[in-house]
């Protein structure tokens, strides 16, 4: 198997919709799922090789919807590649500096200590934690165009420039 290796960067704010959150606040997850990727990919395919029927092409057909190409959830990156962070990874909650995996703690283990950053990079007995940029943005709910009067929501979106 071969892997291909991108990097995104994200412009312009997005939201990638999360199943959490309240009623007036629409939340954005903190990476890009594949299958948003593959979107991505197949609809510049598409574009690139101009066709009217794409699933009808033999080579559109087996990547995109047949599945011969996976693509795989992006996460945030810089100089490291980054993973979501196992729950039971948490930072000491004095001395960041300190980290520990409660998984190999015994039973009698005490050190105040909190979570860690949402994606982390561990390498060379070092735990590297990067977080996604996030921003809320208030607006009026419209149908039709028109703003509903009281009818407010919240939205969260990844932050441009990551």
């Given at each position: 198997m071969k892997a291909i290796k991108y990097?995104?960067?994200i412009v312009n704010p997005i939201i990638i919709r999360a199943r959490r959150g309240d009623a007036?606040?629409?939340?954005t997850e903190s990476y890009i799922p594949g299958s948003n990727?593959?979107?991505?990919?197949?609809?510049?395919?598409i574009?690139?090789?101009?066709l009217n029927d794409?699933?009808?092409?033999?080579?559109?057909?087996?990547w995109f919807l047949k599945g011969d190409i996976?693509?795989?959830?992006?996460?945030?990156?810089d100089d490291r590649r980054y993973f979501p962070n196992p729950h039971s990874i948490k930072k000491d909650k004095?001395?960041?500096?300190?980290?520990?995996d409660l998984m190999f703690e015994d039973d009698h283990f005490s050190e105040p200590s909190k979570p860690n950053k949402a994606f982390v990079n561990i390498a060379d007995l070092s735990v590297y934690g990067k977080s996604v940029k996030k921003s809320i943005s208030f607006h009026n709910a419209k149908a039709n165009g028109i703003s509903k009067k009281g009818a407010i929501f919240n939205?969260?979106?990844?932050?441009g420039n990551q």
């Amino acid at each position: 198997m071969k892997a291909i290796k991108y990097r995104i960067s994200i412009v312009n704010p997005i939201i990638i919709r999360a199943r959490r959150g309240d009623a007036n606040m629409v939340n954005t997850e903190s990476y890009i799922p594949g299958s948003n990727v593959l979107g991505v990919f197949a609809s510049l395919y598409i574009k690139n090789q101009t066709l009217n029927d794409a699933h009808k092409d033999n080579t559109f057909y087996n990547w995109f919807l047949k599945g011969d190409i996976e693509f795989a959830n992006a996460y945030v990156a810089d100089d490291r590649r980054y993973f979501p962070n196992p729950h039971s990874i948490k930072k000491d909650k004095y001395d960041e500096s300190k980290v520990y995996d409660l998984m190999f703690e015994d039973d009698h283990f005490s050190e105040p200590s909190k979570p860690n950053k949402a994606f982390v990079n561990i390498a060379d007995l070092s735990v590297y934690g990067k977080s996604v940029k996030k921003s809320i943005s208030f607006h009026n709910a419209k149908a039709n165009g028109i703003s509903k009067k009281g009818a407010i929501f919240n939205y969260e979106s990844i932050s441009g420039n990551q």
